[in-house]
């Protein structure tokens, strides 16, 4: 299977020096001393055209699976009705999906109204090609007035913030991710705190030590405090109160964005101090 | 001139097929939920690192497919290039000192170095500030795409080698 040529060049020292640049960028990031958002930004606006395209070319193959060759099963019974059978059947997939998109659409509008600050709407393209981090990739970016920490939301809630943005295209850190973290009111008791994503498909409450208060089925709205995202937008909702370990007890979060069900997203370009989607009455 | 104008032209061919990986991964992680347990990048770093069996080019292709992955991940850049470049030169060498044409070696290699990117991954998160909220999830995502990973590079370097074999 391989081509094993033998080399005289001492293979470790290439190693050496990789891994010291690799340790070299991260300490200065983590120190804050050099800022890498031009490399990230440049090669987004490279790269975005491109993962259009394919995102394009991806959705019409499973456009077309989901319109034809799933139902090719279904198909074999029918085999007395026309061609033309297959074809209407083709066309009115994707008319449903056109209705689906328009009825996704329309929200998004009433919400915008209801929001009344400056937003646009963007189309996801890609996602995290890393495993452990929550991202998307969204097709809308400075061009259309979308600034770092830009709040991401759909009509059920808050989905994150953008923390790269290129020219046209944009990263949005999922409030699933392990590094975000977003201030929350409950509802019902008004009772502040912080939510932390878990990586995962929940979140989870951060040092909670006297959770009387918080029970099953208790929404989580924005309190606005974290100066990120705008107060009164829908978080989640909580799905399991864990007894103590230690100091703290775990509460657990189930959001109120179905992350995977994701296709369009609505993005705040100016920060505005309140919001009256789901803040209590 | 000829020999550079095919060196630059394999250059090419090889920057874009790392960059086709890491917008795949990418597209169809968004499209197709259970690929988010597949990790195209790292099965490239370590085929190439299989085939090539040579640790200079293997730490290359490890470091530049692991910046192109942090970059559109929005982790800190060096995070993942750190862990591709380290499973890269393992993988040449492994490759070069063990037989890994079996392919119960190459599934039980890519579990274990899925395992192990996935563990420097993590340590260089916490490292860095951006570790896990829940370490019981991640373990368990780890040992699911070992397995995926497993199997999907079985199935690569299957083709691989039919490839091989016919032009050979």
Redesign the interface.
Known sequence: MRVVLPSKKPSWIALVVLLAFHTLLLSVQTNHRFDTSFVRVWLLDSLGPVEKVVDFVAGEIQSVWHGYFALIGEHRENLRLHSDNDALRLELATRQEDAGELARLRKLLDMKSAIGGKTVAARIIGRSPASGSQTLMIDRGSNSGIVRDSTVLTPEGVVGRAIIVGSDYSIIQLILDSQSAVGFVVRSSRRLGILKGSGASALEMEYIEDDNDIKQGDELLTSGQDQIYPKGLSLGFVVYVGPRQGNFKIVRIRPSVSFGKLEEVLCMTDRIPDVSIGQAP | MTNRIDKFGLLVKLAISL?AV??????????L?FF??F???LIITIYYG???????PA??IG?SV?L???????????????SK??IG?LA??T??KFD??LPVARAIAIFLFTLGD?VM??V??V????????YT??ML?WLV?GVFNSLLGLLM?GI??RV?HVST
């Open positions: 960059i890491v917008l795949i991964q990418g597209i169809l992680g968004y499209r939920r988010g347990y990790d195209l990048p299989f085939t090539l069996g040579r640790p200079i730490v290359i470091t692991g192109i992955q942090d970059t559109l991940a929005g982790v800190p850049l060096g995070t993942n290039g750190f470049t380290l030169y040449a060498t490759g070069t890994v044409d996935g991954v993590t260089l998160g490292v860095t500030g951006a570790g896990p909220a829940n999830s991640i995502h795409s370097f691989h080698d091989t």
